[in-house]
């Protein structure tokens, strides 16, 4: 019985090695491959590749959370699979719905009602024609026209649409319009 298990002792450690638990220190993300240093359960202190999506990539904060694999069992072949920090992420979701997400509050939320909610804490920017095909544009804020008015807000357009008037056909001029933008 003793020979078995000093056979089996290398497959019972590369077992236990497999996957563990790492809390993240530091982050070196100037490679194509970012390198993360952990520490795991055991308190020992661990530098590996993360293995993130494709089209996704993030840099984690410290103390978030991450799921590191032994590749064949070796602990010269850890790979970081996952990382989580449950203190950003949002909750309540309903099943099916995507979302992206950051410690500064900011999101894209993919909604199962087929509504995107995006919340940027200082500007949300297109960098592309926006088109709306259906529905309307609503804002609560002001819209300004940077090119065509020098930076006229949509307020400011109304006001000098509504106090302007025209040179008359025999002197003098036109009053205001006799509807005005309000």
Do not use: C, W
Not at 25 to 49: F, H, Y
Not at 118 to 133: E, G, I, R, S
Not at 134 to 157: F, H, P, W, Y
């Amino acid at each position: 019985m003793r020979a078995l298990l000093k056979t089996l002792a290398p497959l019972r450690r590369g077992i236990a090695q497999l996957l563990r638990v790492g809390r993240l220190i530091r982050v070196n993300d100037a490679k194509t491959i970012q390198m993360v240093q952990l520490e795991t359960l055991s308190g020992e202190v661990i530098e590996v590749p993360r293995i993130q999506d494709y089209g996704l990539t993030s840099v984690p904060l410290q103390e978030a959370k991450g799921v590191v694999a032994a590749i064949g069992g070796k602990t010269n072949g850890y790979v970081v699979i996952k990382m989580d920090d449950h203190r950003y992420r949002l909750v309540n979701l309903e099943p099916g719905e995507v979302a992206l997400y950051d410690d500064q509050g900011q999101f894209i939320h993919l909604k199962r009602d087929g509504h995107i909610h995006a919340k940027a804490n200082t500007q949300l920017t297109v960098t592309a024609p926006l088109t709306v095909f259906e529905g309307e544009i609503k804002a609560t804020g002001e819209i300004t026209d940077r090119i065509n008015t020098g930076g006229l807000s949509m307020q400011g357009m109304r006001t000098t649409y509504n106090g302007h008037n025209h040179s008359g056909d025999s002197g003098g001029s036109t009053g205001t319009p006799n509807q005005d933008m309000s």
